[in-house]
Each structure stands twice: as structure tokens, then as C-alpha cells.
């Protein structure tokens, strides 16, 4: 791996052409890793760890420093991002609930345009995936109990310097990829677009939890260690528990974050987060080094972003499924022939606006009611292209396990605006990112001129109250039926889901707090 060096010499020098020059049409690739801060891509946050291949792209392409996920989830925000669709116009409810098997998707177009397509590694943006613990504690959480549904976050270190491929899975979908580009892209007559989903920096699965057990094994190699810059890592302020916002609250207790951390716990998990990210980018790089090998690099358009981002202990919380900077901000960094080079975008952009910036960039039309807004425009050397203003806001939800209320995201200008379910059962959140870039300090009772005008913004975008009374009867409905398709071993799957710790505590009452959701009080 040392010869990371000298093969970014190289890609830096061989870099070029614009497509217009060459005369077709671009290629494109798409890498989408999971669970990836997108804070990490600029200064500060791409000091405390190597990541050569993304200051690649951010040196040859342009980083978008505003670029949020439009729900902070798997499969719901990979919806968006393939259908161009905010999720409550799919009803990308959970991870279970996300667009049907024979949804149309941008690659759809691409093919049907004369593009070669292949999609390898994590998709995740149909229906029916994921583990039965993630769709009952998604329909439940309107319950009146509280439970831990995670497994308390911890650490992993395996191998020694010389491991570097911890990762399997993804580097064999990287592997496919970068022979797919040597055997096929770079014999084909047809432009191509290729799709590379990985996995990490996902944590994995703790599996001394058993086979229901979730993501929360953090786990790295002494290698990619290495490519980590121990004295830059914060450890982040908490609020007490006690002065928490509720939803918080509950997000903190069901993900097993409520008990004591150490300082040392802390930094670990976040030094060992910020290593899979590293080894993430080596995967980055394999695709780019594939390409500037095949003679295709200068006239292929290369993005790189996420589903979501990773908390790694800030607001004493680790995984995604809230609005906080850490789980809602992605990276997006699009590098490519016609496009400027060492540019940073600080407009606001989420990733409904990939599916129009695809086809924009392939020189198809968009069709349909797309919530996105092509980038090109932003990002292109020519004046050819509409200089036509991008909304300046973006929105985020969230309907799945871990939060009890149905949550919506505003970000406009200094502010992001986050409000629950119908508006007034849950106060909303007000946070000054200008001010407060820890997003401790809720302004919502200082500002209500600004509280008042974005509500308004957001309820021309999205009539929050009435999706939130769609997602109640969704969950509802869903329960039941899955309830009735157990039958008699209903309590027993129920009690042996990812709360059993908890649920064996008082397995009567659980039930019966259920019951009362379903049918009202008994």
C-alpha cells in the first residue's frame, strides 16, 4: 500500500481532457459508501485521517461542503437518491418499506440511452430487506415503553500491520468492479456507467450479541490505524441526559448509549470509525487507479458520497437515524472531464439532486416530477449550461426505528429547523450552525420570528402534519399484519427481537403497551 504516493503523482499528471474535446459522451462512476461524515472530505475534519484518494477528488474535482442525506437511513435515503424522489412522495418509510422492485432509476435511464450499465455491491432501495428487529422497532416506536434495541458500542481491533483488506464483502464488489472496467468498460464501444455501493465504514454486526444482533462493533486493523491522527480527535460535548431534547433522549436509550463511556472509550471509537473510513477510501482508490490504467479516467465523471453519516459518540449517540451534522451530512465530491477542478461548493444540496445531475451530465432530459435539482451548473467549466438558481434549502426526514416521532429537517442559510411529527406534541429544534457547530444549544425560544418563517417554508415544501398521519396508520397497519402471521409463536419472536435484554424485564407489561398502541386503552 505504499505505493499510494507514487500513483497519485501519476493520476494528478495524467488527468486532462474535457469530454467536449474528446468528442463522446462521459462515462460515469458512482462509489456510494455507507455511514460516511461528510465532514471529513474538508478542513477541519480531513485532518485527522489520511484520505488520499477523496483529497484526489477534491483537488481534480469539486467538494460540496453543504450536502446533506434527504433521511438518515439505509434504504430510504438510497431511495431518494435513486428515484430523485424525496421519501414521503415514495414512502420510503423504514428500512423495510422503500421503492418497489421495479422502480425506474437514473441507471434505468442511462441504459435506455444507449448507456453500458453495471450496479455491483449494496444497493438497498427496495422494499422487504433488512432484519425483522429493524421493522418491528420501526413500527413500534410510537409503543409507551422504552428499550435498548442496540448493542452497546464498542470496539474491535484484528490482524496486525500487515491487514489491510478487513472489509471482505466490499472488496470483493471492488475487485468485481475494477475487472469489470478492465474487461468490459474499457473494450466497449458504448459510454458506461458504473454503480459501487460499499458497506463500510458501516460498524459491523457484534456477534457475541447473536444472529439478531445490530451494527455496533466498530473494527479496524492496526494498518489502518496508522492513516489516523490521534491528537486531532475530539471527544465531543454531551448535554445530561437530563436536558436532552425528548426524541434525543429516546434515541440515546435505544441505542444503548445512556450508561457510562470513558474519555478513552470515546476517542477509540472514533479513531477506529475514522480508520474503516480510510480503508474505504483505498477502495475509492482502486476504481480510480482501474481507470487511469484503462485509459478511461479522463473521460469519466467520478462521484463519490453516502447514504448518511455516522455519529461516532457525538450527542452521546453512535449510528445514524437523526439530523444532527455527524448522521445527516454527507460527503459529495463529483470530479470529471468539462467540470472545474479544486472547487468548493458551499451551496445546499441533498441527494434527490443526483438523479438530474446523472442525466444532465449523460445529456438526457430529465422526466417526471423530480424533488432534485442538477448540479452541473454549479460545477461546469461551460457557460453553455443554465445558471438557474438551486433552491436555497434542502430537506431531510426520518420515519424509521430508534426516534419516536416522524422528524423533518430544514437547513436554510445559517439555520436548520427540525420538527416532529405534527408540530406540537414534540417541540421543534432550533440550531444556529454559524454559531453553533456542536448543535447544543436549541434556539428555538430566542428566535421565533425564524422559527416561524421556516415552519412555513417547510409546510410549502411538505404538509409534515398529514405524512406523519400516514406514517402512524402505515405502522399500525404493518404491525398487525405481520402480528397476524405468526399466529401462536407471535410472543415468542416478539420477545426474542433485538430488545429481549430489556423486554424479559417485564414481558407482560410490554405486551400489553402494545396492545393499548394498537387498539386504545384496555
Known sequence: MNVLVPALFFLFQNYGQSFCQIGTRPNIVMVMSDAFDGRLTFEPGSKVVQLPYINYLRELGSTFLNAYTNSPICCPSRAAMWSGQFVHLTQSWNNYKCLDSNATTWMDFLEANGYLTKMLGKLDYTSGSHSVSNRVEAWTRDVQFLLRQEGRPVTQLVGNMSTVRIMTE?????????QWINQTAASSRQPFALYLGLNLPHPYKTKSLGPTAGGSTFLTSPYWLTKVVS?????PKWLPMSAMHPVDYYSTFTK???????????????????????EADAMLGQIISALRETGLLNNTVVIFTADHGELAMEHRQFYKMSMFEGSSHVPLLIMGPGLMSGVQVKQLVS????YPTVLDIAGISAVGNLSGHSLQPLISKSSAFSKKQHPDWILSEYHGCNVNASTYMLRSGRWKYITYADGLSVPPQLFDLTLDKEELNNVVLKFPDVQVHLDKLLRSIVD?????TTVHLYNKKAFAAWR?????????????????????KDVLANERAIDRWLYGSL
Open 170 to 178: 466490499d472488496w470483493k464488489n471492488t475487485d468485481k468492479a475494477t
Open 231 to 235: 491528537d486531532l480527535i475530539s471527544v
Open 256 to 278: 444503548n448509549c445512556s450508561g457510562v463511556f470513558t474519555e478513552d472509550e470515546v476517542k477509540s471509537i472514533r479513531a477506529f470509525y475514522y480508520a474503516m473510513c480510510a
Open 351 to 354: 441527494l434527490v439532486d443526483l
Open 464 to 468: 409534515y402534519p398529514k405524512v406523519s
Open 484 to 504: 397476524d402471521s405468526l399466529g401462536r409463536n407471535y410472543s415468542q419472536v416478539l420477545a426474542n427481537l433485538r430488545w429481549h435484554v430489556d423486554w424479559q
